[in-house]
């Protein structure tokens, strides 16, 4: 996995090099949505938009699996099932999983 800031719309670039993503518009916060960008983060859980909403650069077959995913993991918490900490690695694991499919989608010759 690269290092350094990630733009949720054009990847990873390195750390301390810029506060901004350098495709961007100018002077954009990294954790503030550029104006091509939908989101900054991902989000989960029962009142997030679904995976291809906040993703459109995604295909609808993987955004499914990845609202699936959050939806699994969800409801396997609610029941129970999970510890809060499970969760949480099981949603950290997955926004890691999320960046690898947009990075993927964006620079499909480096895949």
């Not at 350094?4 to 954009?28: I, L, Q, R, T, V």
């Not at 609610?78 to 694991?93: C, E, F, I, M, Y």
């Amino acid at each position: 996995m690269p290092h350094g800031n990630f733009c949720p719309k054009h990847g990873y670039y390195p750390a301390g090099s810029a506060e901004k993503c350098p495709e961007c518009e100018p002077a954009m916060p990294v954790d503030a949505p550029c104006a091509k960008c939908t989101t900054a983060h991902v989000e989960f859980g029962w009142g997030a938009k679904p995976i291809s909403e906040q993703f459109p650069v995604l295909s609808g077959e993987i955004a499914g699996h990845l609202d699936a995913d959050n939806t699994a993991i969800i409801r396997c918490h609610v029941r129970g099932l999970l510890t809060d900490s499970q969760r949480d690695a099981a949603l950290k694991k997955l926004t890691k999983r999320v960046e690898r499919e947009i990075l993927s989608a964006l620079n499909p010759i480096r895949t």
